[in-house]
């Protein structure tokens, strides 16, 4: 936030949370604060140019343990993205796993002003909060995983929703984080002894199904008023023919009553969940499927997951999927089990739209962001880095809004796009409207962040604009992707960052996090197993493990009372 | 008397963070948890007293200003800075020497790189199928040590985290478990071992070699004996690999620093893969100082890479071998260096020392070690973990917070580090006027 006044004149606002669809209008700013009216304010003249409010990505891997782990073992990729100290920006490298730094300053430079970290281990925070501090501009958030944990499956199997909802508000405080993260409920768990579960296998040891995890946790967390659903990748990822249990798990939560008006859950980079197929020989796009499932519900939200072609790493705390993906590939594998908790695993992977599975994956992410009529329950995500970095987020941009662009790509792919896909059939193209709410306004809303200021340009909402270097006519793809890759101006909290697509100033970003209330008795009464699982189990103990406020220096609270 | 719990021990990469001591006075007069070395350190010992310059041969005290002002002014004039060490101080302090680096073009890096560098050339070659040490207290029934002796290098390793934890599956503690040693002498560690694998010096890759060949079924292509190691030792070895439930392989500078080098590690995480295609199974190495894997995290996220990090052109260039700082010594090619938080003078090779007395060199520690002995500028810096907090990062990557116990004058790592940076920026801003 910087004081002051700033006007931006004359553009073409998209804002969709406030219903406003390309109307010439101003935007005012005072004190990083959208305002009514300014007196003597600097001007910026956004003359028939695209103007958004800054841009806020639901899911992507950019800080902690695996991220470096993927960091430290791809210098190759590490190379790719170098460029020099500049009077304001440090140091950058890699492209897949940018450092630190460049992840702050090529997210400002799309016009993105806040990013969720997708996957903190709990016993890891401190890193992840250690990174995020090194992260410039990008205000941000991050989910610690609750649903491998012995502390959740326990209470899963005993039924003690309340004592459930007492040990996710505690973990979601001691990790300062912002939600209830879910990543192969039981199944990496089971990798711990190198096996894997599906969604109605029992955990071994624990007697516990991973369905049963998944709904107990929307239970405990609608006990509170939380901002976000619960954010789920869910079982067999990646594997042919999963996309039934995909729409298994969103049926799970369908009587669950959210408490607001959102979804009881957030089901994340569904392009890895929509697959048809028994075999990678017979594999195919069921996105049709699951966009008809979405098309018919309300308890659900999606993001994508979207390719980008080329060379990534991939990285998920869904250890057994990484070590099947190692298994195809041959490249090198990372693995880390977290006790009690989690796992990871990581390797590199290269998207070849020469391949017929890569080809039907790449056309799968486009096909649900066209096929689920609603945007309002679609997010644009790569699940950076794993279908693809967060910088190729205009070239999907490009794809949507373009039919030709995505049949000259097509052209070019393996010939199974138009036998087991149905992307080529879609005449379907998204406006800036609608850009704008798979951007910003579904993801804000989706996250509750637009009540804290996020994803809008309402009266008191952040001072974070977006202008793009485009007009609203343009039609021609490879401009639209030129200007969505490097804003004319990015604006955090009124501070211009971005000009002519170079980084001018570097703000520390704001940590939001959730502080659920929960009863005191029922507190005590789950600390009592807790302390026992630190006592006997953990290698840290109970009183070094909560994320100390040293870690989250530009903190922003937001509390979750408990819903009598 | 003030009891302090949950005291986080700064020693070794074991990060034990269940030590209680007394405080009375403003001292520690009490330690208990802790190993004997981790006690030492906790209970405190000879220090540097006073910031000084060295002049005309000897050290002269002076105050931190004169001090961190002449170290600025040594580094700004360089050409060629290396800034060395970070291992045994905090992140925070890690941080502003990334930083520094970026300011003056400097080589930066740790001591990761006479460690387990090899390991990471390692991993950047295959990955790390790894693990907390928590997983391996509560599941590992087989435990395999190899160059590495903890029982004199990582004294409560063992107790903590491995062999003799007791955890979920693990509630007997030993009883239900294996351990194998694999070392060229009988150590402490191999007293203890069910099976003690005493390998020739040299010999571990082929060792290496052969258990992966047997874990993939071709046990008809290794010889009766290899690298000093019969058969049957060999095939009984694999047997407890095969069925164990959950195994472990922790290996140390015995494999890191001895024949092939970074390929007995390549090696080694192989056959770990190989294990895994029959059960669960994990390698880590053993972290030596208590922060090197904090620096490698530090390093990699600000830079891209964790060691060996050359800021020269203005981004990171990571060619290890190359600017290493033993490499960097060798070839008389630095010319000015700030040691932080370690020791070279007792633990490069002569050849490099012998250029490093040669030019002005800036050393920031608690103690006087032999590399005071040749250092121009000494800047003595509070104990982290005793006298300073602040984030390191166990040998398994966990992150954990050092406490204060005692209140100093000296001043914290990252203080000193921001005083030297803003200097350097004061010098190097008139020089642009």
Known sequence: MVEGELLIRNGVVYDPINGVNGEKKDICIRDGKVVEEVRNPKVIDAEGRVVMPGGVDIHAHIAGGKVNAGRLFRPEDGRKGREAKTKVCRAQSGYSVPNTFATGYRYAKMGYTFVMEAAMPPLAARHTHEEIVDIPILDNAAMPLIDNNWMTMDYVKSGDMDLLAAYVAWIIKATKGYGVKIVNPGGTEAWAWAKNCDLNDAVPYFDVTPAEIVKSLAVANEKFEMPHSIHVHGNMLGHPGNYEVTTSTYDLVKGIKPYRDRPTMHATHTQFHSYGGTTWGDFESKAGAIA??????????????????????????????????????????????????????????????????????????????????????VALTTDHPNAGPFIGYPIIISMLMSKRRRDESAADMHKAIYDRAALPSIDREYDLYEIAIVTRGMTAKTLGLHEHGKGHLGVGADGDVAIYDISPEERDAGRIQKAFLNTKYTIKGGEVVVKDGEVVATPAGKTYFVTPECDEKLTDEMMEKLKDKFEHYYSVTFNNYPVQDAYVPNPYEIKAPWRS | MVEITDVVCSLCGCVCDDIVVEVEDNKVTKVKGACAVGKSKLMGHGRIESPAIRENGSLKDCSYDEAIKKAAEILAAARRPLLYGWSSTVCEADKVGVELAEEIGAVIDNTASVCHGPSVLAIQDVGLPSCTLGEVKNRADLVIYWGANPAAAHANHMKRYSYISKGYWTEEGKKNKKLVVVDVRKTATAKMADVFLQIEQGKDYLVFSALRAMLYGYEDVVPEEVGGISKKDLLETVRMMKEAKFGIIFFGMGVTHTGARHNNIVNAIQTTRAAHTHTKFNIMPMRGHYNVAGINQVCTWETGYPFAVDLSRGYAWYNPGEHSATDLLVRRECDAALIIASDPGAHFPGESIRHLAKIPVIQIDPFPNPTTEFADVVIPAAISGVEAEGNVYRMDNIPIRLRKLVDTEYMADEEIMEGILEEVRAIKGKESE
């Open chain 1, 292 to 377: 008809d499932y979405v098309n018919k519900n309300e308890h659900v939200s999606i993001d994508l997951g979207s390719v980008i072609l080329g060379d990534t790493t991939t990285m998920t705390a869904d250890g057994p999927m990484e070590y099947s993906l190692y298994q195809i590939t041959g490249r090198k594998w990372t693995n880390h089990d977290v006790e009690l908790e989690t796992g990871s695993g990581i390797t590199p992977f290269l998207y070849s739209g020469k391949v017929s599975v890569h080809t039907i994956q790449w056309a799968i992410g486009q096909e649900l962001a066209l096929l689920i009529k609603d945007p309002w329950k």
